[in-house]
């Protein structure tokens, strides 16, 4: 109820947007599918597999909801509020459901996992549950679903990367995509559901991200952010019989973004997210290195409190926290930085709260998500302590963090006035016909005038700034 986010982007702005690729001739397949995702962009990037699933067992996917045989939608259970916004849009399609005769439901991502059947007696309407390792099987539960059984499948695996899938992008601009390199998390941090709802780490087979990037690129794809929910502990190990006579090689993440940066100078790179505990000077050295990965880190701090982080189990401490954003600047001193960051978890004093304005200031970042603290069933934090900060109190210190990060976006922003900057133009801007719309290699979103600029959608201008707001550069051509 009291979950705010500011700065919305691209991820937030998405939120329930309809996926509907390759709509063609209805008589071409034997049902029609549509699939509204919410939450992170795995979850998006997850759809865009579940499509090439479905697709290839000769469904075909539509736009418009009313003339779907199958409505999936891809939950998150990261709040109590994702959760509810789920159930709400459930409820309307339960009354499409009643009009449509054999129209099947289907739950699909973290909210399946964590509720599992459960979900087929709270949610009487709902036909198919699938947890986010078992996509594989949707086929065979839609088939049991319309044999009259209930469907659910919500194992996890411990070596799905669904690597050799190649997902459907219709639904994109034809500029930015997402690559998922790994899957789960093996952190454990105690207000957080994801280890529970998305299972242990295992990384995607190195070969088929490179190929998957490089069939991007040659499609006219020029900004990649390779995708996990702790891309920096990405590590596999192959069997080298081919590559190196019997050798195991194995591959870090410094090394993948360093192959993905090769495929061509024109492709930009980036990738969310990183535990701060788990970024090595390795992986800044590469970015400082290539031109083509994008200086920007997204550095979730959580809480600037060392007390507060010990019960979140975040294993560091504020000021090893500080030092890493020095060393960050140290190697890369362009390099632009965003935070995740929760207020009110359990026991949070005035203390610990002025300790996280503290470190949000040291680190001047560029924009946060920010958040009230929600607790999840089953989480460390739930089972282990009290969630007992008022509900004012929460709203306060959110308000607080919230104006405070105003303030550094503007600051931001300001201090790039009169710089010049490599921009990739991803298509018009929201507010005029008239503007393109970009961004910079920081993630800064850029808008500047169309005319005279000989360039489009997929092109690289150099911009330089005029004026700003605490959201957007604005700028000239150059
Ligand atoms: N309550 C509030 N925010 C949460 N996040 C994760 N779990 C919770 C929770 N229980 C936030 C964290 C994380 C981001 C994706 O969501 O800040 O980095
Ligand atoms: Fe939500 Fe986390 Fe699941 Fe993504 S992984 S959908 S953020 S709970």
């Not at 997402?178 to 242990?200: L, Q």
């Not at 934090?381 to 709203?395: G, H, M, S």
């Amino acid at each position: 109820m009291f979950d705010v986010v500011t700065d919305k982007t691209q991820d937030e702005s998405r939120q329930g947007e309809a996926f509907a690729p390759f709509a063609q001739d209805p008589n071409t397949y034997k049902k029609r599918f549509y699939i509204e995702s919410y939450g992170c962009q795995m979850n998006f990037a997850d759809s865009e597999v579940v499509a090439s699933i479905l697709h290839g067992a000769g469904f075909g996917a539509t736009r418009n909801l009313e003339e779907a045989d199958l409505i999936f939608i891809n939950t998150c259970s990261i709040r109590e509020k994702a959760e509810q916004t789920v159930r709400k849009r459930l409820t309307e399609f339960r009354k499409l459901k009643m009009a449509r005769k054999g129209t099947l439901v289907g739950v699909l991502g973290c909210m399946a996992e964590r509720l599992k059947s459960k979900f087929l007696e709270e949610e009487k309407l709902v036909d198919i549950v699938v947890g986010p390792d078992a996509y594989r099987t949707l086929p065979g539960l839609v088939e049991e679903a319309e044999g009259g059984q209930k469907a659910v499948n919500v194992l996890l695996s411990r070596e799905e990367t669904y690597a050799d899938i190649a997902p459907i992008r219709l639904e994109s601009n034809g500029v930015n995509a997402f690559v998922s390199i790994m899957r789960g998390c093996n952190n454990m941090c105690s207000f957080c559901v994801v280890p529970f709802t998305r299972g242990r780490e295992r990384s995607r087979d190195a070969e088929s991200i490179i190929n998957e990037c490089r069939d991007l690129f040659e499609r006219g794809f020029r900004d990649i952010t390779l995708l996990g929910q702790n891309v920096d502990s990405y590590y596999y190990v192959a069997d080298g019989n081919q590559v190196d006579h019997g050798a195991q090689v194995a591959v870090t993440f410094a090394e993948l973004m360093e192959r993905v940066a090769s495929i061509s100078p024109l492709l930009r790179v980036r990738f969310s997210t990183s535990h701060p505990k788990d970024i090595t000077d390795d992986v800044l050295h590469v970015m400082a290195r290539h031109e083509n990965i994008c200086k920007y880190i997204h550095l979730p701090l959580q809480s600037g409190s060392t007390r507060v982080l010990q019960l979140m189990n975040r294993t560091y401490t504020r000021e090893w926290y500080k030092a890493k954003v020095d060393r960050i600047r140290e190697i890369i001193p362009d390099c632009g930085i965003s935070s995740d960051i929760i207020v009110g978890f359990c026991t949070e004093t005035d203390e610990d709260h002025a300790d996280t304005l503290d470190v949000m200031r040291y680190s001047g970042y560029d924009l946060s998500y920010m958040f009230i603290y929600s607790e999840r069933p089953g989480t460390l934090a739930a089972r282990r302590y009290k969630d007992d900060v008022p509900d004012d109190i929460k709203k306060k210190r959110l308000t607080e963090i919230v104006n405070l990060q105003n303030e550094l976006s503007l600051l931001s922003n300001q201090k790039d006035l009169g710089k010049e900057f490599r921009v990739l133009i991803e298509g018009e801007s929201k507010r005029s016909e008239l503007d393109w719309m970009g961004r910079n290699s920081q993630n800064k979103v850029i808008v500047f005038p169309k005319e005279g600029v000989n360039a489009g959608p997929g092109e690289y201008v150099n911009v330089k700034v005029t004026e700003c707001t605490k959201a957007t550069l604005i700028g000239k051509v150059i």
